[in-house]
């Protein structure tokens, strides 16, 4: 069966719409699938009815970023119970942080001479503020493309490149999440349910033995193993990681965006099959009345 448990909308730093979401899963025979915009759930309710109405089942989900020590990483969360007041005081405390943060990013580029009108752009974001829509209003304010193309000394601009010399430049400011204590967040589990799991390690050379094992000794209970970002060794590996410390196995497309210009090739989900009879225990997820406490 055909899932794909990672999927990011217009609420965070994704460009289509809940509903257009399920309408791609369905293109693409998609059978159970997961929206999960980051440190919001805003976009749950819309989802979840545009899957039922196309026979998909869709499970609540959200993206988090979390840090245990000085170790920072991100987790996909499943299954909780998304009306909780205790869960929206901790993602609106996450939004205020990271838009304070984005905010002080943005006067340093208008005090560098950039045209920033910085209510205007913040306020195009009532939950997660991503970096990369930020990054696109800045680049098309006022006369800023001639100044950047000027300064980077080139006339075709990249998001990365954008992203990397005004938003993660030292000297300009670094834009950086608003990360939780992940005990925290285990904490808050016990409260709202669910079943929480580290995503795409790979991405971020996280496939680590000792990382795994700590992980499952504060009460994680899987891994993403399936993601394009990851290589087939990493794969393996984590596939190989995840049994040993008897984890749920996962997979996702982390979607945000058709690329357009006439690429062949528009997203993942073109080439990227994600299998749920290839994830040990995935059911736990895909099937959470399976997880019921009598």
């Not at 609420?11 to 915009?37: C, H, R, W």
Request: proline share 2%; aromatic share 8%.
């Amino acid at each position: 069966m055909r899932i794909d448990l990672q999927l990011h909308s217009t609420y965070s730093d994704g460009y289509l719409t809940p509903t257009k979401l399920a309408e791609m899963a369905q293109k693409f025979n998609i059978k159970v699938a997961s929206l999960t915009d980051h440190n919001t759930v805003a976009g749950e309710e819309e989802f979840t009815k545009a899957c039922e109405a196309r026979g998909i089942q869709a499970i609540i989900g959200i993206e988090l970023y979390v840090k245990l020590s000085n170790k920072k990483f991100n987790i996909l969360w499943y299954n909780f119970n998304k009306s909780h007041p205790d869960l929206h005081k901790v993602l609106r405390q996450c939004q205020i942080r990271r838009r304070a943060s984005v905010r002080k990013v943005l006067e340093k580029l208008k005090a560098r001479g950039f045209e920033v009108d910085i209510e205007k752009i913040l306020d195009q974001f009532n939950h997660y503020v991503p970096i990369n829509k930020v990054a696109s209003a800045f680049l098309y304010s006022g006369k800023n493309i001639e100044k950047i193309k000027k300064e980077l000394k080139t006339d075709h601009l990249q998001e990365s490149e954008i992203i990397r010399n005004y938003f993660r430049n030292k000297e300009i400011g670094v834009l950086r999440e608003s990360y939780i204590n992940i005990k925290r967040i285990l904490k808050l589990r016990e409260k709202i349910g669910g079943q929480i799991i580290l995503n795409h390690p790979g991405k971020f050379n996280q496939i680590n033995k000792e990382f795994f094992a700590k992980l499952k000794s504060i009460g994680l209970d899987g891994i993403e193993v399936l993601s394009p970002h990851h290589s087939i060794g990493a794969v393996m590996y984590a596939q190989y990681l995840a049994r040993e410390n008897k984890f749920i196995e996962t997979g996702g497309s982390d979607f945000h965006l058709h690329e357009g210009n006439g690429h062949l090739i528009q997203n993942s989900l073109e080439y990227f099959i994600i299998d749920s009879d290839k994830l040990k225990d995935v059911d736990k997820i895909t099937c959470p009345q399976l997880n019921l406490k009598s």
